[in-house]
């Protein structure tokens, strides 16, 4: 039993150390720098934006279509940004990042069509073009 506990301690070991080096080596995101309040709000979206993926995924799985399109076009469409706040945000981002940041919430936007006309596959796939988003941006870009 503690020669299975030391491996694993070693194995968690490795793979901390491992992921260490990786993240010191391999970040080359491009940090940006907004006020403080404006940083916290936008963080605090982002929470939003995987909570709304969640409340998706679940709406999906329990066959809850039109939900899972209703939860995409409030939260993470098109419409799901007050325009004043785009105002106020944008002067921040580089060109690059709002050009991903308008994708997602037009992906999230067809995606809300989509999901209803009944192929949950299509569906599925037009998802992953809204995630696609997420991850570049991520990708590229950190604010702290
Ligand atoms: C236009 C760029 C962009 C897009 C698109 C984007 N994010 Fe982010 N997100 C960021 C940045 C920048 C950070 C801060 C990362 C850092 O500083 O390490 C962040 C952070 C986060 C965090 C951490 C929040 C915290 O409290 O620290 C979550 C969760 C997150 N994003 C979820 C999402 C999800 C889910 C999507 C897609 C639906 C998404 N984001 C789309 C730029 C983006």
């Known amino acids: 039993m503690n020669q299975i506990y030391r491996n694993l301690t070693a194995a968690l070991l490795l793979i901390g150390l491992y992921g260490t080096a990786g993240a010191d080596e391999q970040d080359a995101r491009q940090q940006i720098s907004m006020p403080d309040m404006m940083k916290k709000h936008m963080l605090a979206q982002m929470r939003d934006h995987l909570l709304a993926l969640h409340e998706i995924q679940?709406?999906?799985a329990r066959g809850d279509m039109d939900k899972a399109s209703d939860i995409a076009e409030?939260?993470?469409g098109v419409s799901s940004m007050p325009a004043q706040m785009q105002q106020q945000m944008a002067p921040y981002m580089p060109q690059a990042m709002r050009?991903?940041?308008m994708e997602m919430?037009?992906?999230?936007?067809r995606f809300a069509r989509t999901a209803t006309e009944g192929d949950t596959l299509r569906a599925l796939d037009s998802l992953s073009t809204v995630t696609q988003q997420c991850v570049a941006?991520?990708?590229a870009y950190r604010v702290n």
């Open 74 to 76: 409030t939260r993470l």
């Open 58 to 60: 679940v709406a999906m």
């Open 99 to 101: 050009m991903i940041g």
């Open 137 to 139: 941006c991520h990708a």
């Open 105 to 109: 919430h037009k992906s999230a936007s």
